[in-house]
């Protein structure tokens, strides 16, 4: 594995699958840990999500799953107890996504566990956290979008509700849980004592709904679809050029708001009662955007933004993916990875790693490992079994070399 990073004394063994346990372990890889990916016999379902494959691995979990070694563990074998509970004592961090009552089924919970590893900080992310009557359902990404009201923001505002078209429940679940075992290592550092730390993928979209669910909270309004506006500022929303393109601006304080009106003939609107204040232009926004909107229709869009970053304020094109990591700061800020890996075609390109350090920055990410690549290595390394009780352990199938049981859909 690669060294470097500020948690290169760390070790975190991951029980998670999918994504949002994945991209949890993920970040904490990033930032040097040593992530220990225990698979079940079946392998990480996302191994075979379609429809992009780079060498039989699906890109799905090519973009979760970085930086980690891979053993294949059959839990459901006595001999596998002995196996695990070496692991534990090797790590600082176990992280799961499995339904409420799964690892305690397995003699794996953080109760199980606490007595004989006090130290351990232990995450458990589910879609609805581990009390409350809806502890046992099923979750995945859209349902907690639904249910949370987020979805109902999302969308334009004449239309339906739509997700979001990145998976925010899962990833935000993750990045909450990571920072979530950060504070309790921070606090075993102190007392010497682990932590449990409950992540629910409702509990975190709900937090996400800030100023939104503060709006309601106070006002008893209801916030409904956003779509390219913004209720609070007039001049946040998006226009289309005379090229056709779709441009979001942020002419809000009186500077833009009179380079814009100057860039498309408008200097009246400035003087225009209605609108001379920011507080102006936003009582009444809808009669301002339809100025701002014929207006714009006659100029170019790179005009439009060239004009606003004239003055210090936001504008961009509504960019698709492949101009997106075309863009020149996102190339610059290394936001596009290469990753290699030991077969002749482990060659895969993901989004990069956002969080930028200068004093104790990781040098290299590793590709993501295929189900069991690691097992030997590790079970030598961090468990002190030798090849002869290695082989003994496959025989059993308590360990594997592969997958062999297919692989299913849980929901």
Known sequence: MSSGGPLSHLRVLDFTQRLAGPYGTQMLGDMGADIIKLEPPGGDPTHNTPPHYVEGESTYYLSFN??????????????????????????DVIMENNRPGAMARLGLSYDDLKKDFPGLVYCSISGFGQTGPDA????????????????????????RSTRAGIPVGDICAGM????????????????GLGEFVDI????????????????YLQSGDVPGLQGRTHDSYALSYCV????????????????????????????????DARF???????????????????????????????????????????????????????????????????????????AGDPIKLTEAARTTYDYPPHA?????????????????????????????NEVIAERTEQF
Do not use: W
């Not at 970085?66 to 004592?89: F, G, H, T």
């Not at 290592?185 to 007392?191: F, V």
């Not at 629910?200 to 709006?215: E, F, I, K, N, P």
């Not at 690549?373 to 025989?395: P, S």
């Open 176 to 191: 909450y849980a990571a920072t979530g075992v950060l504070a309790a290592l921070l606090r075993r550092e102190k007392t």
């Open 276 to 350: 001379l204040t920011p507080q102006d232009r936003n009582a009444n926004k809808t009669a301002l955007r339809a100025e701002i909107d014929k207006g714009c229709l006659g100029v170019k869009s790179t005009d439009i933004i060239a004009c606003l970053h004239k003055v210090g304020a936001p504008a961009a094109v509504i960019n698709s993916i492949d101009r997106a990591f075309a863009e020149p700061q996102v190339l610059h800020r290394d936001m596009l990875l290469e990753l290699h890996g030991a077969g002749a075609g482990d060659h895969a390109r993901v």
């Open 136 to 159: 046992q359902r099923g979750a995945l990404d859209p349902i907690v979008q639904a249910m949370s009201g987020v979805m109902s923001l999302t969308g334009e505002r004449d239309g």
């Open 372 to 400: 069991g690549e690691h097992g030997r290595a590790v079970l030598k390394e961090l468990c002190g079994y030798d090849d002869a009780a290695i082989d003994n352990l496959m025989k059993a199938g308590a360990v594997l």
């Open 66 to 91: 970085r930086n980690k070694r891979s053993i294949i563990v059959d839990l459901k074998k006595p001999e596998a107890k002995d196996v695990v509970r070496r692991l534990i004592a090797k790590s």
């Open 240 to 271: 289309t050029a005379k090229d056709g393109v779709d441009v979001m601006i942020a002419a809000n304080g009186t500077r833009s708001f009179e380079a814009l009106c100057a860039l498309i003939g408008r200097m009246d609107l400035v003087a």
């Open 200 to 215: 629910s993928m409702l509990d975190v979209q709900v937090a996400m709904l800030g100023y939104q669910a503060a709006v």
